[in-house]
């Protein structure tokens, strides 16, 4: 493909969700209140190392029993977004890119926030959580996974797939994250990483470059200001480097 061919957007940002887009991790503060009595159970057999992540979320949700509409309402008003985040979509959207949210979570309590925010229209790729009874009035699920990937199967979602097939097409990925499993690999690939918590450790201890933040207004300044020629060489690209991470303008 030639320069002059090249007409499709530039840029795609892949944001995770719990602890990241979110102040809080969504999931978990959903479970403290509304899960069974059976949850400590299984609790202790997913950090005794018995349960997948994949399992494990799946077998926390079903020990509630509050109807989803409930849960969904419980997200919207108690979960927030980190300072910056609708500016930093509207920074890659003027920019002609595409922001996402690539979650490990349920798309219940993670549409319900986006929406409460004006965001319903962003692109969420997560577990899709189907009410299995027909009225829907328990919480009672089935459990849909975008990606058919056998080694991403215990992380429940593969963020590195739509990192993949956007460089292949010559796009710039940038990533934000916080965590390990899907998140680690996925700051592997991306050409730029915006990382807190355990993922900048991760990144620090393995040379990974990345940018440091706790709100989203230096990364809708970076996106703002960000050099969106497709043939330049990528910043990270993947490859492992002894730098130190940087961080972001506070």
Same mark, same amino acid.
């Given at each position: 493909?030639?320069?002059?061919?090249?007409?499709?957007?530039?840029?795609?940002?892949?944001?995770?969700?719990?602890?990241?887009?979110?102040?809080?991790?969504?999931?978990?503060?959903?479970?403290?209140?509304?899960?069974?009595? +059976?949850?400590?159970?299984?609790?202790?057999?997913?950090?005794?190392?018995?349960?997948?992540?994949?399992?494990?979320?799946?077998?926390?949700?079903?020990?509630?029993?509050?109807?989803?509409?409930?849960?969904?309402?419980?997200?919207?008003?108690?979960?927030?977004?980190?300072?910056?985040?609708? +500016?930093?979509?509207?920074?890659?959207? +003027?920019?002609?890119?595409?922001?996402?949210?690539?979650?490990?979570?349920?798309?219940?309590?993670?549409?319900?926030?986006?929406?409460?925010?004006?965001?319903?229209?962003?692109?969420?790729?997560?577990?899709?959580?189907?009410?299995?009874?027909?009225?829907?009035?328990?919480?009672?699920?089935?459990?849909?996974?975008?990606?058919?990937?056998?080694?991403?199967?215990?992380?429940?979602?593969?963020?590195? +797939?739509?990192?993949?097939?956007?460089?292949?097409?010559?796009?710039?990925?940038?990533?934000?994250?916080?965590?390990?499993?899907?998140?680690?690999?996925?700051?592997?690939?991306?050409?730029?990483?915006?990382?807190?918590?355990?993922?900048?450790?991760?990144?620090?201890?393995?040379?990974?470059?990345?940018?440091?933040?706790?709100?989203?207004?230096?990364?809708?300044?970076?996106?703002?200001?960000?050099?969106?020629?497709?043939?330049?060489?990528?910043?990270?690209?993947?490859?492992?480097?002894?730098?130190?991470?940087?961080?972001?303008?506070?």
């Amino acid at each position: 493909m030639t320069d002059s061919a090249f007409t499709g957007p530039t840029l795609l940002v892949v944001c995770d969700f719990d602890d990241t887009a979110a102040e809080c991790n969504a999931a978990q503060r959903l479970l403290a209140e509304f899960a069974g009595p +059976e949850a400590h159970a299984v609790r202790k057999a997913y950090r005794e190392g018995h349960l997948p992540f994949r399992d494990y979320q799946e077998a926390m949700f079903d020990t509630v029993s509050a109807p989803v509409d409930q849960l969904m309402r419980y997200a919207r008003d108690n979960v927030n977004l980190r300072v910056g985040f609708a +500016e930093a979509v509207s920074a890659t959207r +003027e920019r002609g890119g595409e922001f996402m949210i690539a979650s490990a979570g349920i798309d219940f309590y993670i549409e319900p926030v986006m929406a409460a925010n004006g965001l319903s229209d962003i692109t969420i790729l997560s577990v899709t959580g189907a009410p299995a009874s027909p009225d829907g009035a328990t919480m009672t699920f089935r459990y849909d996974y975008p990606s058919d990937r056998a080694f991403c199967r215990d992380w429940a979602v593969c963020k590195c +797939e739509p990192i993949e097939k956007a460089q292949a097409s010559g796009v710039k990925v940038i990533f934000i994250g916080d965590g390990l499993r899907s998140d680690s690999c996925a700051a592997e690939k991306a050409d730029t990483v915006f990382a807190r918590s355990r993922l900048l450790k991760h990144c620090n201890d393995n040379g990974i470059q990345a940018i440091e933040f706790e709100d989203f207004q230096s990364i809708a300044d970076y996106i703002t200001n960000l050099e969106l020629d497709p043939h330049a060489p990528p910043e990270n690209g993947g490859r492992v480097t002894n730098s130190a991470p940087m961080k972001a303008a506070e």
